[in-house]
Nanobody, 124 residues
Framework: QVQLVESGGGLVQTGGSLRLSCAAS????????MGWFRQTPGKEREFVAT????????YYSNSAKGRFAISRDNAKNTVYLQMNSLKPEDTAVYYC?????????????????WGQGTQVTVSS
């Protein structure tokens, strides 16, 4: 069983930055891939970024590429999402998710555990 707790969301102006953190419990964190997704009311959960078990392989959505960076610290059981040059369309609830395998995935159905989400609001 893995529990995920996100933090770091908030209100920021257009062009600003935020760093989201996701603290994971459980011994398996360092052996599984992690991902970040986001969701706005009335829309499906959207892939943002994912990272493999070791942190040496990452993949981003087109909207995140070049602005966001996913990283992990296996010693701290934490995965991060650094978000720069934020836009109003980045406003959403951001979710951290954990897979049960080492390889990353961009598909929500590939993830076993989910956090409760943290709100990110970008004002124009």
């Amino acid at each position: 069983q893995v529990q995920l707790v996100e933090s770091g969301g908030g209100l920021v102006q257009t062009g600003g930055s935020l760093r989201l953190s996701c603290a994971a419990s459980g011994r398996t964190f360092s052996s599984v891939a992690m991902g970040w997704f986001r969701q706005t009311p009335g829309k499906e959960r959207e892939f943002v970024a994912t990272i493999n078990w070791s942190g040496n392989s990452t993949y981003y959505s087109n909207s995140a590429k070049g602005r966001f960076a996913i990283s992990r610290d296996n010693a701290k059981n934490t995965v991060y999402l650094q978000m720069n040059s934020l836009k109003p369309e980045d406003t959403a609830v951001y979710y951290c998710a954990a897979r049960s395998v080492p390889a990353y995935s961009a598909y929500p159905f590939g993830y076993t555990y989910w956090g409760q989400g943290t709100q990110v609001t970008v004002s124009s």
